[in-house]
């Protein structure tokens, strides 16, 4: 028994002491794998005027090498996207202005890990299923190919991953499946059944793109420089530039938006175009609430795109004066064009540049609102309503540029921090 003892007391303390290692790991549970599901928030978000502020909250002990915020997605849903210096990817989400949670993306299987440690978010869209869609383009300058990103944020993992091209990511109208696009590129992806891309091409001599709209009828819009080109099962169609104005926007892309059945296509600041099933038109923003000191501005307007309630938003484009795009003919042509029998009107005469140099010293600073269901052309001051809307001090003045109406709400962005803002807020 005595030599039994020291044997039975070494037992006990062996049970002693694994049960306190127990206990305490318990108490103190091992950190979350590096692909681990979920991080803490890493964010912020608290009421700041009539919007929000959004602000990084990072951890001293979590290096982190870049955190970018993308632009406003439909649904009230803001996405920054973590980039640590470990190689993690880490996806803040925000939802009508509050933080909704942080997540860790794991690296997609069949995407290369040394793509996915730097890669880029460069756009995303969120489904209604809640489906994140996350468009990851390369971080590193070797023109590697984007990969699109299927990601659960309940489970956090990723239901697929396809190679895809181009910046941008337009989602369907059916919602199984989304246009990607850029410059030079464009594709459909569809995910019904096995997630498939199909290259769509662009027409010929199309160099490259300046929108992309995804149509109910399966039709798919792309404005260009050259003007507009229509995709349907038949193959490409083209439509041709209106006749130029008497002010020319060099370099001022095309616009487009989709509203209740009808195409709207901004050819050129000033000249809109519809068009519902057949061909386009004009389409005149009734003007009677502009003041006829802002009369000019119907000459600026650059189409931005169209809100959640289906209103059109336009900001007011820069014309260059010193390009004449409407000299008038010269006598020369007008009399050959009379020995020809031609009863073609002389061309109308150009712009005169001195009452507009008069009039943009004033500035541009203004945004236009239209509803072409319910009312005329609303102006809205950009400085004006700026001041009732409680920015928070350290956040400069926007341009009416930054507008982003498709997703109805304005985002900006100061180094970590962010302020959002529902456009209902602006022009209620």
Known sequence: MKRALPWILTFVA???????????GRRHPASAPAQGPAVSSLFTAAPAGKGWRLSLQAAPDQPLRTVRFLPPLQGGWVLAQVLTQTGDQLLGRFLEGRWRDT???????GVPAAFFRFARLEDAVQLDNGTCL???GDGTG?????WLVALDPFSARVRWAIRGVGTRLVLGPDGQSCLLWGPGALARVTWAGTPRLEDLGLPAGVQACDAVVALPDGRVALAHPGGLALLSRMGWTSEPLPEPGSLAFPGVPGGLAARDGALYWQARPGQLERADSGAFAPAVPPAADVPASRSRDLQLLHLAGADPKGRLWFTL???DLTIRTAAPASPALE???ALAGSSAAPAPQAEDPGPWLDYLKEGLDRVYVWDPAAGG??????KAAWKGLGVPPDFPLPL???LQPGAGALLLVKDTEAWWLPLDRLAP
């Open 14 to 24: 062996a049970g002693g002491i694994a049960a306190g290692l127990f206990a305490l």
């Open 103 to 109: 997540l860790r993306v794991p690296t997609p299987e």
């Open 134 to 136: 996350l468009l990851y």
């Open 142 to 146: 070797s023109g590697t190919a984007p």
């Open 317 to 319: 484009a820069n014309p």
């Open 335 to 337: 009399a050959a064009a």
């Open 377 to 382: 052309l609303r102006m809205v001051d950009w």
């Open 400 to 402: 009416p540029r930054d």
